[in-house]
């Protein structure tokens, strides 16, 4: 997964995503937990979502890529930024919430459920979870190095393992109707 490792990939992805950001997804998040909040935001890419979370919690912004971390020291000087890899999460915590848009498709089945876990470790008694998914994908034909893997709800539970309580998921579309999932849970 070091695609986004060259600046100028990542340079691409932040210019397409101009004008982006999941304000409606996180209604839901900013609903069940409390303004003041620690949350951790998994591959936070340039940023998007991450100026949402920071008017509402003490929000920690991590990516794999440097480029991306880069990017995010820039722009948010004031804010913790980490390089992390969203299956070991080398964090220390703890958090009250974990978050990431589109990311968990760059996991394979078994990074999935190590991420989950560690996510377990890392959250507060009572922590959440939310993470939006792509639930319908095309792999797009490149060679990126990408994983590509869509999930429906039965996927992400089994990926939690006995972990976390599902308390909400919803479908919603980003480019076709009902192609991403929104899946709200919590640390049992």
């Known amino acids: 997964m070091h695609y986004?490792?060259?600046k100028k990939n990542a340079v691409a992805y932040a210019e397409m995503c101009v004008g982006y950001d999941a304000a409606v997804q996180l209604e839901i998040l900013f609903n069940v937990l409390p303004d003041g909040a620690e949350v951790l935001e998994l591959g936070s890419g340039p940023g998007n979502d991450m100026q949402l979370l920071d008017?509402?919690?003490q929000v920690t912004g991590s990516d794999y890529s440097p480029a991306f971390v880069d990017m995010l020291t820039a722009r948010f000087p004031d804010q913790t930024v980490m390089s992390l890899d969203a299956v070991?999460?080398?964090a220390d915590g703890p958090f009250d919430a974990i978050y990431s848009n589109k990311v968990l498709h760059h996991l394979s089945d078994e990074e999935l459920a190590a991420s989950f876990s560690r996510q377990a470790q890392l959250l507060t008694p009572g922590g959440?979870?939310?993470h939006l998914v792509?639930?319908?994908?095309?792999a797009p034909e490149d060679e990126t190095g990408l994983i590509y893997?869509?999930?429906n709800e039965v996927a992400l539970e089994e990926a939690?393992?006995?972990a976390f309580e599902v308390l909400e998921t919803h479908s919603f579309g980003e480019f076709d109707a009902?192609?991403?999932l929104a899946i709200l849970a919590k640390k049992k």
Do not use: C
Not at 134 to 138: P, Q
């Open 160 to 162: 939690m393992g006995s």
């Open 134 to 138: 792509w639930s319908r994908l095309e």
């Open 178 to 180: 009902d192609d991403s």
């Open 88 to 90: 070991t999460i080398a």
């Open 149 to 151: 893997e869509a999930r």
């Open 4 to 6: 986004y490792h060259d």
């Open 128 to 130: 959440l979870v939310f």
């Open 55 to 57: 008017s509402h919690y």
